[in-house]
Structure formats: C-alpha cells, structure tokens
C-alpha cells in the first residue's frame, strides 16, 4: 500500500501562491502540494497566529518583572504557530473543498485541483496535528488544558461562513487564543490582562480578514459565502476604525491591569499607528492592496512585541 504522504502529486501552481517561493522550487515535487496545502509559501498566516502567543508570554514576563519571555516557549509557539496554522488551513481546505471548486482564486488549491487527495490530505492533517500535540505537551498543565479547549472552536470555524455573516468573529476567536496560551504557560493561571489582551486580538482579527475578504467577495455573493466585507460593504472603513479602536483600548486595559512601563505603552502607540494607516489607506475594491494592507499586520505585531521587549529590559537595570 502507498504511503499517502509519499505518493508523486502533481507540480501545478496554485492561483493565489507566492511564485518562485522556495516551496515551489526547493522542495521535491511530491512535497510541493503538501506545502501549498499548509500555505507555507504565505507566511503571514502563521505570524498572525504567533502574534498573540508572543506578546501575551512578553506581557506576562514584564509585569513579572522578568527582563525577558522565556525563550523556549517562544521557539515553542513559533513551531506551534506553523504547524497548527499549517492543520487549520488543511482542515479549512477539506471542509471548502466543494465551494474552492467554484471560485477561480482557489480551484487551483490542492484538494480541488486533484494534486492532493482527501485521504492524503487527512493524513497531511493528521502529522500536522500531531506536531501541534507535541509542542502543547512541552508548554505544562495549565497550558495544555487551554490548548485543548481551544479544539472546539477551531473545528467549527470552516463551517460559519455559511451560516454568519460574522466568520471573521470565529476566526479571532481561534487565532486569538495564544492570548490565554502565552500566559498561561508563563504563570500556570489566568489573569484579566490575558483575558483583555485576548478580546482585543479578536477585534484585531475581525478587522484585519475583513480586508483581506474584500478579495473574494464577488465570488463570495456568487457562491453564497458570507462574511464581515459583504456584510460591511461600504461601510468598511467606519467598521474597521470601530474594531482597530476597540483593539487598542483592550490592549491598553491590559498593559494597566499588567502594571507594564512607558516602553510597553510606546510600543502600542506606534501599533495603533499601524491600524491607522491601514484604515487611512484601505480601498475595498482594490484586491491587491487589500491583500497588501492584511499583509502588514506582520509588521504591526513586531511594534507592538519590540515594545513589551524594551520595556521588560528595563528590569535589567
């Protein structure tokens, strides 16, 4: 019998892939399918799911008065990173399969596209969870309970884009959990901080995929998929100064509730800077620069993280 993850696949491009990434040129071609399955030649999916693991561990090292976060759990949550996001956009494709099918940006995807089949794919996602399972496991009880609650959540996520117009609302709910993770696995507890700092990553995330959903939603309406751009519309910037706002006044209560210093807050005004230029300079019927503007939420995510850093530094002194 084949090994499901060791079978020759097709070498076709996906529509929507990173031309000339290493994962369409390095990688032996069997492989290739595989890695366009997990989106490893689009990064920003895993720092938008890292983000929050981070500057949660950060902000539970500052107000500890630790110059700095543990650094194996940050090495810990970055293969954690990659390797869950790499099962939930397995997981998301298997679940779409159907929809992908009918969309020119995604038919091209593995599963539709026939590089790929279900079974490999279930396997694919089975390895990738097992990863996740291990990293989890390395980060103590307190953690490990957290990273299993978040299971459920991240299960039904695929699904409500056909039932809501709010998808957005249940992807933050799971990208966001790293909120809860990176304290708890710092301090084996809860704490309001990680709490406000996990409701304002939601915002954060609603805000963000609203952009990058502007991409699709002309074959969205086609298809009938639902989501915050359809139901935004024009309204979008108005929207997204609302959800960014909320996401800075949350991550401000928490930096008060942690007790952090000046540095921390600096870090945080330049991220709020960031979201404003993002609403300054959306145009929701521009798919590239949507897709550039999500894109930026990387950058975001360093301001904010080099903030909390510096100001655990000042414990050194």
Not at 67 to 85: D, E, K, Q, S, T
Not at 254 to 268: M, Q
Request: with cysteine; glycine share 12%.
């Amino acid at each position: 019998m084949t090994d499901p993850l060791s079978s020759p696949s097709a070498s076709g491009i996906v529509a929507d892939a990173v031309r000339g990434h290493w994962a369409d040129t390095i990688l032996p071609v069997w492989m290739r399918p595989y890695a366009r399955l997990a989106r490893w030649e689009r990064p920003i999916g895993w720092w938008l799911l890292l983000w929050p693991c981070w500057w949660s561990a950060a902000l539970a090292a500052d107000g500890a008065g630790r110059a700095w976060p543990n650094p194996w759990h940050l090495v810990l949550f970055l293969i954690g990173a990659v390797a869950m996001r790499g099962a939930g956009c397995t997981w998301n494709d298997l679940v779409d399969r159907e929809i992908d099918d009918k969309v020119a940006r995604t038919r091209s995807r593995p599963i539709p596209s026939g590089q790929v089949s279900v079974r490999q794919a279930q396997a694919f996602l089975a390895l990738q969870a097992f990863v996740g399972l291990m990293v989890l496991l390395q980060l103590g009880g307190f953690a490990i309970v957290l990273g299993f609650l978040s299971l459920g959540v991240v299960a039904i996520y695929p699904f409500m884009k056909r039932y809501t117009d709010w998808p957005q609302a249940f992807l933050g709910l799971a990208f966001s959990w790293g909120a809860l993770m990176g304290w708890g696995a710092a301090r084996g507890e809860l704490a309001l901080a990680p709490v406000l700092l996990y409701l304002g990553a939601i915002a954060w995330t609603i805000g963000y995929d609203t952009i990058y959903a502007h991409q699709d939603k002309e074959d969205d309406a086609i298809v009938g998929v639902r989501s915050t751009a359809r139901l935004f519309g024009e309204r979008t910037r108005g929207w997204l100064i609302g959800l960014y706002g909320l996401t800075v006044a949350l991550f401000g209560a928490a930096l008060v509730a942690t007790g952090v210093g000046p540095l921390a807050f600096l870090g945080l005004a330049g991220f709020a800077g960031h979201l404003g230029w993002q609403v300054w300079r959306v145009d929701i019927d521009d798919p590239d620069l949507c897709l550039r503007l999500f894109r930026s939420n990387r950058d975001a995510g360093w301001i904010l993280f080099a903030g909390l850093v510096a100001d655990g530094l000042r414990h050194l002194f």
